[in-house]
C-alpha cells in the first residue's frame, strides 16, 4: 500500500544538526524507564547498591509477569519513585560491557513459546501494544506487528541512520517477528527500507507527506485498523527490531544507539552514538537556566534536567530556549501556535521556537482547525470534549482506540486554547483502561 498523507504540519525547527558525523560518548550510567507503561504494576526485584550480572531481572510487572532486565554488569545506583511509591526509573551504573554469550535458535520455537521466551529475557521494553500503548502480555498473541521504519519529527534521527551498517541484524529480527503472526508490516518512506524490504517476509508499505506520517497510529488505521479492545497490535521502531535481531544472533542485549544533540539552546548541535537511556550529563554541559532541556523531540519530550536521564525510547536531547521578558517590537507577527493566516511567520523555513505559549488557557474556539493537522480517522474537539466529561462511551465512539497521547502533539501546539489535550487523552485513557483492567 503507498499511504499519502494530505494534512498535517511539517515544522522546520532552527537547531538541527548540520553534520551527519557522530561521535562516541561515554555511559556513566544509564536509566531502565518504567513510566511509558500505564497501568503495569512493578515488583522491584534488586536493592539499592546491589551488583547485577548481565541479563539480571531488575523487575517483574505483577500481572503479566514480564521481566525487565539489565543488559550488563551493573550497579545499582538509584531507584527513583513517584506518587504512592509508584517505581519511576532504576538508575544503573555500568561495571563492565563484556557479556558472555548464551545463544538459543529461537527459531525452532512456536509462537506462544517465542513469546513467552521474550517476555522474561527483556525483550519487550520497546515494543507498544494496541490500544493504549501497553506493555507485551506473555499470553497475548499479536494479530498484527507495524515496523516503523520512518521519522518526521523535529530533530529525530532518521530511521535508516539507526539500521544503517546492522542490516542483518534487522532481517533477522523481521523474521522473529514473522514467527509471532503473519501479519508483519514495514512502513517507510526510505529507499534504504524500500530495498532491504524486498528480500524480508514483511509486507511493504510506502508513505509520504508531512508529519505526523510516522505515526503507528496513522499506519494501523489504514492498513489493518482496531476496532475493539481485544484486537491486539504491536508497533515499534526499525532500532528495536535489530535489538532483537542481535539477541538472536549473539545471546546480547543490543546497548548501542544514535542521540541527536538538537536545538537553539545549544551553541553546536550534534549526533553521538552512546547507551540508551544514558546520562544527560554524559552528552551534554548544562546549559545554564535559560534554557529548557527536553528529552524526545520538542513536541512529545518530557522536560528534564542535567541530572537526569534520557527517557525510555528517546533519541533526542533537545534544547529549547526560555522567552525573554522583555516585549520585542512587531511581536504579534513573530512564530506562535496561533496557526492562523493572519501571522505573517508562517511562511518562514526555520522556527525560533522558544518556551512561550503566548497566552494563557481559554475556552476550545474552533475545533475543526485541530483536524488540519491530524489525519487520523478521529474527532479531535469531540473526543476531548467526550474525556473531559468523562463520557467514555462516547470516546470510544469518537476514536479513543485508534490513537494514543502523541498523535495529539501537533493539536497542543497549535491550540488557540492553549489546552492540554495530550494530558487530556493519556489521563482519559488511563481511567479507561483502568476500568477495564479491573
Known amino acids: 500500500m503507498h499511504i499519502i498523507v494530505s494534512r498535517g504540519l511539517n515544522l522546520s525547527l532552527s537547531g538541527t544538526p548540520s553534520s551527519r558525523d557522530e561521535e562516541r560518548v561515554h555511559c556513566s550510567s544509564f536509566s531502565i524507564d518504567f513510566r511509558p507503561f500505564r497501568g503495569a504494576h512493578w515488583q522491584l526485584l534488586i536493592r539499592e547498591g546491589e551488583a547485577l550480572l548481565p541479563g539480571q531481572p531488575v523487575a517483574k510487572e505483577r500481572k503479566s509477569g514480564v521481566l525487565f532486565t539489565t543488559p550488563v554488569e551493573a550497579k545499582v545506583s538509584a531507584i527513583v519513585r513517584g506518587e504512592k511509591r509508584a517505581l519511576c526509573e532504576v538508575i544503573l551504573r555500568p561495571l563492565s560491557y563484556e557479556v558472555a554469550p548464551v545463544k538459543e535458535d529461537l527459531f525452532q520455537r512456536d509462537a506462544q513459546s517465542l513469546l513467552s521466551y521474550m517476555c522474561l529475557h527483556g525483550l519487550v521494553s520497546g515494543i507498544r501494544v494496541r490500544p493504549f500503548s501497553q506493555l507485551v502480555h506473555p499470553d497475548k498473541l499479536p494479530r498484527s506487528i507495524f515496523i516503523q521504519a520512518v521519522e518526521s519529527a523535529p530533530f529525530i534521527p532518521a530511521a535508516e541512520w539507526q539500521v544503517a551498517g546492522r542490516e542483518e541484524a534487522f532481517g533477522i529480527g523481521v523474521r522473529l517477528l514473522r514467527q509471532l503472526t503473519d501479519s508483519v508490516h514495514l512502513v517507510t518512506q526510505d529507499p534504504f527500507f524500500q530495498e532491504l524490504g524486498q528480500s524480508l517476509p514483511v509486507d511493504l508499505h510506502t508513505i509520504q507527506g508531512p508529519h505526523p506520517m510516522a505515526s503507528p497510529s496513522l499506519h494501523i488505521q489504514h492498513i489493518d485498523p482496531i476496532m475493539k479492545m481485544t484486537d491486539i497490535v504491536w508497533s515499534l521502531s526499525a532500532l528495536e527490531v535489530v535489538r532483537l535481531g542481535h539477541y538472536c544472533m549473539t545471546g546480547q542485549l543490543w546497548i548501542d544507539q544514535l542521540v541527536a544533540i538538537a536545538g537553539e539552546g545549544f551553541p553546536t548541535q550534534r549526533y553521538v552514538r552512546t547507551f540508551p537511556g544514558v546520562a544527560i550529563s554524559d552528552c551534554i554541559e548544562d546549559p545554564g537556566s535559560r534554557v529548557r532541556l527536553v528529552s524526545g523531540d520538542p513536541l512529545t519530550g518530557s522536560v528534564v534536567g542535567i541530572n537526569d536521564h534520557l527517557c525510555g525510547g528517546d533519541s533526542v536531547i533537545s534544547a529549547i530556549p526560555e522567552p525573554s521578558e522583555e516585549r520585542k517590537w512587531l511581536h504579534f507577527f513573530r512564530w506562535n501556535r496561533s496557526f492562523s493566516r493572519a501571522n505573517g511567520s508562517r511562511r518562514c523555513q526555520d522556527i525560533a521556537m522558544t ?84
Do not use: N, W
Not at 489525519?375 to 465512539?397: G, N, R, S, Y
Not at 469518537?398 to 497549535?414: K, R, S, T
Open 355 to 438: 518556551t512561550d505559549q503566548h497566552g494563557e488557557e481559554r475556552a476550545f474556539i474552533d475545533g475543526s482547525l485541530y483536524e488540519k493537522v491530524m489525519p487520523f480517522h478521529v474527532i479531535p474537539i469531540l473526543l476531548v470534549k467526550a474525556l473531559l466529561a468523562d463520557d467514555m462511551e462516547k470516546a470510544v465512539e469518537y476514536g479513543l482506540l485508534e490513537i494514543v497521547p502523541e498523535d495529539f502533539a501537533l493539536a497542543d501546539f497549535i491550540s488557540p486554547s492553549k489546552s492540554r489535550m495530550m494530558e487530556i487523552v493519556r489521563d482519559g485513557q488511563s481511567r479507561f483502561l483502568s476500568v477495564c483492567l479491573s
